[in-house]
C-alpha cells in the first residue's frame, strides 16, 4: 500500500495541472478576446505615450 500513497500526489498533482491547462486553452479567444485586446492595446498606448511625454520633460 506504500506505493499507492506515494502516487497519489503526483497523480493528483497531474489531474490539476492538466485541467488548468483546458480552462487557460478555452478562455483563449472567443467572444471576450477584441474587449481584452483592446484594454491591452490601451494600457500599451498610455504606457507609450507616458514615456514619451517623461522623456520630452527631461530633454
Known amino acids: 500500500m506504500d506505493y499507492v500513497s506515494a502516487l497519489v500526489p503526483p ?12 480552462v487557460i486553452v478555452k478562455t483563449q ?4 478576446k ?3 485586446d483592446a484594454a491591452v ?3 500599451l498606448a498610455r504606457a507609450e505615450s507616458a514615456r514619451k511625454a517623461s522623456a520630452r520633460g527631461d530633454a
Do not use: L
Open 11 to 22: 497523480v493528483v498533482m497531474a489531474v490539476f495541472f492538466i485541467g488548468v491547462v483546458r
Open 29 to 32: 479567444g472567443g467572444a471576450a
Open 34 to 36: 477584441a474587449k481584452e
Open 41 to 43: 492595446d490601451a494600457a
